[in-house]
């Protein structure tokens, strides 16, 4: 005897909507006679999500003067603002690339909020972008960086990574010099 779900009159088609993680696990189920598909919600399970791989690396940062525009204002000339871009090299999960940020900053005797994209450039030409802020913290000469990060997009190989973290940075110089970064981020879909 065959069993009932394989007969004609009760065939049930499924479909797995594997489109963005936001779908992910979502199945879809209609009937053969012309009925509405159903969503039914399914649990994700470690198995169907991208495994999260620890990634952390160093940047050291140098500031590209022709691209850089801070300016002064204030009473006393304690404001500064404005855009900079940093490059360095660097290597993610064993992979060396090239690292470019390009930040915005609104500083008061020299501390205050930053936010801009990292950009990760890999041989083939695929990248990483990392959307960056947080606040900076000038004590003396020196300044500290704490900051969030999120991935933003990616091309080529990277272009399906998803994921977060953090940074932090010490700059021993006036705003525009070199800055050493260390990332700690958690990314799932790395090319493997």
């Known amino acids: 005897m065959r069993p009932a779900w394989k007969t004609p009159a009760s065939t049930v088609s499924v479909l797995i909507a594997l489109i963005g993680p ?3 696990g979502t199945v879809l189920i209609g009937c053969s006679s012309g ?3 159903a969503d039914v919600s399914a649990s994700t399970t470690s198995s169907q999500a991208p495994q999260s791989t620890p990634v952390t690396f ?5 500031g590209v003067d022709s691209e850089q525009t801070f300016r002064t204002t204030g009473a006393s000339s304690q404001l500064r603002y404005g855009n900079g871009r940093l490059s360095g090299q660097t290597s993610i999960d064993g992979e060396p690339a ?3 940020l390009l930040a915005q900053v609104g500083y008061e005797n ?7 994209y990292w950009t990760f450039t890999f041989a083939d030409s695929s990248s990483l972008v990392l959307s960056y802020s947080g606040q900076t913290t000038k004590q003396g ?5 704490a900051g969030e990060l999120t991935v ?3 091309s080529g190989r990277f272009s399906a990574v998803t994921g977060a973290g953090t940074v932090t940075g010490e700059r021993r110089a006036e705003l525009g010099a070199d800055v050493n970064y260390r990332f700690t981020l958690n990314l799932a879909g790395l090319p493997r």
């Open 22 to 24: 936001a779908l992910m």
């Open 35 to 37: 009925a509405p598909a």
């Open 58 to 62: 160093e940047v050291l940062a140098h």
């Open 98 to 100: 090239t690292a470019e």
């Open 110 to 116: 020299g501390s205050g909020p930053f936010n801009g």
């Open 141 to 145: 000469t020196d300044t500290s960086i």
């Open 152 to 154: 933003f997009g990616g």
